[in-house]
């Protein structure tokens, strides 16, 4: 179980975002972000818990390892109005965390 | 340029089977290590992964809805196919297609289909 949180945040432009993913046993570092659009298909961030994705702008950055997980969004952008879940690939089956929505104030 | 395509009814009734499918281009499965996920979205709930099928045919799934599953491909057609039985309204979700590598420990599901909305209703 991949437990996020919070489940809301909102902020202004240019803060900084943190959302925490805490799985309920060690995962290694098997753990990926996504950012959800509504209307969109997910796209992929972070990936094995800190590598960037192809095209990711830098602002984005992913940190942890075992049980717990931080993605980073150094100054948020209007565009980054979202959601984000987490999501192990450790052992099947796979999970994604509830989802953290993030919207501006 | 890796792109995937949902394809299915939009509406099927309660007990009725659902057959999706998922087109996709600029890989195969016959490249050793890909492989094609399926993921859904319920209307205000969270992601829910499905199913996977890996080059060599190997099939995964998810415990709580093995029974109701079944995934395929055809390799000439470049396709996937998920088909669930059994559909209730619970499952009424936007479903996606993603691809996946392997080993799956260390990749993520990086290119995903816009998705294809299924309403369970009678």
């Known amino acids: 179980v991949l437990t996020q949180s919070p489940e809301f945040q909102s902020v202004t432009p240019k803060e900084k975002v943190t959302i925490s993913c805490r799985a309920s046993q060690s995962i290694g570092t098997s753990l990926h972000w996504y950012q959800l659009k509504p209307h969109q298909s997910p796209k992929l961030l972070i990936k094995f818990a800190s590598q960037s994705f192809s095209g990711v702008p830098s602002r984005f950055r992913g940190s942890g390892s075992g049980t717990d997980f931080t993605l980073t969004i150094d100054s948020l952008e209007a565009e980054d109005v979202a959601t984000y879940y987490c999501h192990q690939t450790s052992s099947l089956p796979w999970t994604f965390g509830q989802g953290t929505k993030v919207d501006l104030k | 340029q890796v792109t995937l395509r949902e394809s299915g009814p939009a509406l099927v009734k309660p007990t009725q089977t659902l057959t999706l499918t998922c087109t996709f281009s600029?890989?195969?499965?016959?490249?050793?290590?890909?492989?094609v996920s399926w993921v859904r979205q319920p209307p205000g709930k969270a992601l829910e992964w499905l199913a996977l099928?890996?080059?060599?045919?190997?099939?995964y799934y998810n415990t709580s809805l093995e029974t109701r599953l079944t995934i395929s491909k055809d390799t000439s057609k470049s396709q996937v196919v998920l088909t669930m039985t059994d559909m209730d309204p619970v499952d009424t979700a936007t479903y996606y297609c993603?691809?996946?590598?392997?080993?799956?420990?260390?990749?993520?599901?990086?290119?995903w289909g816009q998705g294809t909305t299924v309403i369970v209703s009678s």
């Open positions: 600029g890989f195969s499965l016959r490249t050793s290590g890909l492989c």
């Open positions: 099928i890996n080059w060599n045919d190997d099939k």
């Open positions: 993603a691809r996946m590598r392997e080993p799956f420990y260390y990749y993520a599901m990086d290119v």
